[in-house]
């Protein structure tokens, strides 16, 4: 199986809202959560056994808050009033990250180097070492690395604060997911505002990589123009696959041609309302299969010309789960079923690796610091 790079899972905020342990499988996970009467509606499709059976070695781990203004569940602490609730929240969820891999140093690492990652990588190369003592518990298995990702900006209360959240490990950056003070985003149009182009600018200069998946095409294409670092598009799906509708959720040609211009690589979304306008939340899961996501993997490859442009970027457990996934995924360790069908398609196995993990790793080995 090829190792896998999912660039974008909300962990942290799912784990301080939800509760959830991502050291036990999916499937414990929603034993529990149904034996205590929790809403059904956001299945988990994560957990370190999952990751293990998927292959995947690496996350990009988001630090989300949404705006008090689009939050469904009325009285949820991890929602923002302004910049210095979104501030707080963020903190909480990048040190959720750093006590993770410092307790469960055997599941889970933090990556924000090269030389982090080339020695993370080579361990994956390695068969999991198993106990000599039968009776030993310790996880079976290689520690699956973590990438920080910001999703919106509001938690930066200025350009002045930013080498703060380099030290700390933070690495990549999106302006927006709602509007944000810094730019237009979903469901909330706009441009970037003369404080997006200020944070910009600061984030050129400590090398910051610049995620344009929530901004609005006006902004993001301003972004993509202006940014001289690295531009990628962790979580998003063409609009050209999703005619009639009327969200600015999705990638216009215009902004995908401009990405790759920039050799930026962008991370498709199997989630059904992502992958067919006619999709609702509630339909049933098996009118969406993995044929349909690797359709969409396909149109980023066809508008480049190659299959070095494109890669995963689940959004797994972000709002929603397991039921609003295509009917071959139970977890994310069925993403390896797309290695198959984009092989009958007549992608080569070094097509394959690609879309799994190298082209990830090629954005990595720009904006991670060396040491």
Excluded at 315 to 320: N, Q
Aim: glycine share 10%.
């Amino acid at each position: 199986m090829p190792m896998l790079i999912d660039a974008h899972e909300d962990l942290a905020y799912c784990a301080l809202h939800l509760g959830r342990d991502y050291r036990r499988s999916a499937a414990e996970t929603r034993s529990q959560e149904a034996a205590a009467g929790s809403p059904r509606d956001r299945e988990t499709l994560l957990g370190w056994p999952d990751y293990q059976r998927g292959q995947v070695a690496l996350i990009f781990g988001t630090l989300f808050t949404a705006p008090r203004r689009r939050e469904r569940t009325p009285g949820n602490p991890l929602a923002y009033a302004g910049p210095e609730d979104a501030h707080r929240i963020c903190w909480q969820q990048l040190e959720f990250y750093r006590r993770l891999a410092e307790e469960s140093p055997a599941m889970f690492r933090q990556v924000r180097s090269q030389s982090e990652l080339a020695a993370h990588l080579e361990e994956w190369k390695e068969p999991a070492v198993q106990p000599e003592d039968p009776d030993d518990a310790r996880p079976v298995g290689h520690p699956v690395g973590l990438v920080g990702l910001m999703e919106g900006a509001d938690g930066v209360r200025g350009p002045d604060e930013l080498g703060e959240w380099w030290e700390a490990g933070l690495r990549i950056i999106g302006l927006a997911w709602a509007g944000t003070r810094y730019s237009g985003g979903t469901g909330e149009p706009g441009p970037l505002t003369p404080e997006g182009i200020q944070l910009l600018e600061a984030m050129a200069e400590i090398g910051f990589a610049l995620d344009v998946s929530h901004m609005d095409a006006q902004a993001a294409l301003q972004a993509a123009e202006r940014y001289p670092g690295t531009v990628i598009a962790t979580h998003a799906n063409p609009l050209g696959m999703m005619r009639g509708t009327e969200s600015n959720r999705f990638l216009p040609d215009a902004l995908i041609d401009l990405l790759l211009q920039r050799d930026a690589v962008i991370g498709a979304m199997p989630v059904n309302y992502f992958l067919s306008p006619r999709w609702k939340r509630n339909d049933r899961k098996d009118l969406i299969s993995l044929g349909l996501f690797a359709d969409h993997i396909d149109y980023y490859c066809q508008r480049a010309g190659d299959a070095r442009h494109v890669g995963f970027g689940s959004d797994f457990d972000g709002g929603f789960g397991r039921e609003s996934t295509p009917l071959e995924v139970d977890t994310i360790a069925d993403l390896q079923k797309v290695a198959g069908i984009l092989a009958s398609r007549g992608y080569s196995a070094a097509d394959v690796d690609a879309i799994f993990s190298g082209n990830w790793l090629r954005k990595l080995a720009e904006f991670l610091p060396k040491i």
